[in-house]
Each structure stands twice: as C-alpha cells, then as structure tokens.
C-alpha cells in the first residue's frame, strides 16, 4: 500500500499501519511505522509492502525475522516491527486484520493510505519493485509465457533436439501469452542483465557474443519498458559458425554397366568443426557429367545415409561421371573444400533396339 503521514500529536511510533487484532479487547500490532525508521510529519507518500516467509527461522520481539518489509520497492528486513509477540512466527490469515487502525485507543493513523493490496502467495522482491514503479494494477494484468521456442535454422532427423544456428541474429517465438505484451525481455545469464525488444512474434535476438557453443536463451515478457513481469522461460540453443571436415566419396570408380542407370555413390560422414560443434548430419553430393560443370545432385539434398541412389536417367543418361561430397552440420555449415573428383566412374547402360521387319 501506499500512505501519507499527515498527523502532529503523539508518538508516531505508536501509530501502527498493519494490524491484527483476534478479539474486541486485544490487539498485535503487528508492523508499523516510525521516524527511526524514515517516516515522520512531511506528507510525502512512500510505498510500503510487508510479506511473510514462513521458510524463515522463528524470531523474536526484537528480530522478527519472518515478516520481510520493504520501502519504496526496496527490502529493508524487518521495516518497522513492533510487538511480535507469537503471532510473528505464524501467518496470520484468521484474524481481523486492519490497516490504520490500533484497537480504539486513540493511536491511529493520521494519514492517507491509497493502492491497498493482499496478495494470497508470496511476493518476491521483484514483485515489489516492481509494483512500486508500475502500479498494483499493471502486476495483477502482467502478461504470462508458457513457452518459446529459439529458431532452428536446420531440420534434419539425426539433429538433436537442440535448437542450431550459425547466424548470430536468432528468431525467438512466443507462445501462450496472456494480458498485454508489449517488450520482451531476453537474456544470457538469468537476468542478470537483459535485453527489451519490442514485442513481435518472432522477435528478433542478436546474441551477446560470437563464442560458438551451447547457450540457454531466456525470455520474459512484460507491458512496461524496463519492467519484466511474466514467469521465465528458456530453450538451449547451439551457436556454431565452423563447418565440418572430413567428408569423402569411395566409391564407386572406374567402367561399369547398369541396365537402370542408378549407381550406389558411397560415402564417408564428415566430423563436425569447431571448438563447440552442433554435429555432423550428412552429405551433400556434387557432380559433374563429362567434364561439364559442377552441380549440386538432387538440389542440395542432405544425405545421412551411405550409400546414395544416384540415378543417372535423370542426368542425361550415359557418360563418365566425377562425384564429391561436402559435410553439413546442424547449423547449416558446409564444408569447404576444393571442387575436385573424389571419385569417377562410367556409366555405360545397356540399350537394346529392336526393329519390326514386316
């Protein structure tokens, strides 16, 4: 809540702002406010919020240590305790409570107190803060996130579950949001430090660095620049920019015959690159017929699986063939390597003509 101490007789010491009070002739005053403790005649407003955490050791009159207060967003321990008695050390949620109000004893607040709030779970000292900068009204309606999911800019089947990408700039998409979602907030090291995007789906992300390897991406939505207030989520991603080595066709080689046309292009995988690989996938297949140029089979299809169909029917049939394969890892890498033959071999179908003599 918010309030405004505007009174000038008696002690402020004794006008307490939480109260609880279990019977008509008893009272607890449970948490109040002072001039020790920053308060006192000026009407200025300030924001107060108390919580408790039962996870806490049980305390004392003098160290409560199971009611935490906090002022103008800030944790201040145990902020304007007075009078514990046993009732610190249990949460009271049976009683009469009162803000204000001492019991009739003529120690009342003299003030103003505005944007009361209960809360049936406990608040973090996010929650407060940001409750203190933007307004109860702006946490009761904070946008919810279910799930994200990091751009994978590759989809083959031996890939892991991880998301890859060899491009700093990822897409991070959202989903199952609730209330309004205006920034989404992205960060590396939970929040530590963070970066605001206005809201889109997908947002664009630059990430923090170009070190290659595993990261977990985390993503937190919000209405209010500066303020993230949905639950985190978060999905690994691989960042690697190093393509694979080692790829090679073996076979096979030399003259042949084939009635159908199709030869069996086997291959060696290539070992992924880099000092944080994502994985090796497969092959891409190169060829060239008759010394002619050199094109990519099957329009750059990815090959996980040795030995590859190659069907020369489609390729114009027969003539001497030059193959070579590069790797392709899970970001999307190619090997680089030379266009060279890794094998040749010539392709000579048998075609029978017949001839109707009448």
């Not at 050390?89 to 607040?109: F, I, K, M």
């Amino acid at each position: 809540f918010e309030v405004q101490v505007s009174g000038s007789s008696g002690a402020l010491q004794y006008r307490p702002f939480l109260n609880l009070q279990p019977s008509a002739n008893s009272h607890y005053p449970l948490a109040s406010l002072s001039t020790q403790s920053g308060m006192g005649n000026e009407n200025i407003w300030h924001h107060i919020a108390w919580s408790w955490d039962m996870s806490r050791p049980v305390g004392t009159q003098a160290q409560p240590n199971r009611i935490r207060g906090f002022h103008n967003g800030v944790y201040t321990d145990n902020f304007g305790a007075s009078d514990p008695d046993a009732n610190w050390n249990t949460a009271p949620v049976t009683e009469d409570w009162s803000l204000g109000y001492y019991g009739g004893d003529g120690r009342d607040l003299e003030g103003n107190l505005a944007e009361v709030a209960l809360f049936n779970v406990g608040l973090s000292d996010e929650d407060v803060e940001f409750i203190y900068n933007f307004g109860v009204e702006a946490f009761v309606s904070a946008p919810n996130l279910t799930g994200t999911d990091v751009f994978d800019s590759v989809t083959t089947d031996n890939c892991s579950p991880t998301s890859h990408t060899n491009d700093l700039i990822v897409d991070i998409f959202t989903s199952g949001i609730t209330g309004t979602a205006n920034y989404v907030f992205v960060s590396e090291d939970s929040f530590a430090t963070s970066t605001s995007i206005a809201y889109a789906n997908p947002v664009q992300y630059t990430l923090g660095s170009a070190t290659e390897g595993d990261r977990v991406i985390e993503v937190r939505l919000g209405e209010f620049d500066g303020a993230p207030a949905s639950d985190t989520v978060s999905d690994t991603i691989n960042y690697d920019a190093t393509g694979p080595t080692g790829s090679v066709v073996t076979g096979p080689s030399g003259s042949g015959v084939d009635v159908a046309g199709v030869v069996d292009v086997a291959f060696t995988a290539a070992t992924d690159g880099g000092a944080n690989p994502s994985g090796a996938t497969g092959v891409r297949l190169w060829y060239r017929k008759d010394a002619g140029s050199w094109t990519l089979y099957n329009s750059g299809n990815v090959y996980s699986v040795s030995p590859i169909s190659f069907d020369t029917n489609t390729l114009g049939g027969n003539g001497t063939y030059e193959v070579y394969c590069v790797g392709v890892d899970c970001a999307g890498n190619d090997e680089t390597k030379a266009q060279a033959a890794e094998q040749t071999f010539t392709v000579t179908a048998d075609v029978r003509e017949w001839m109707e003599i009448h």
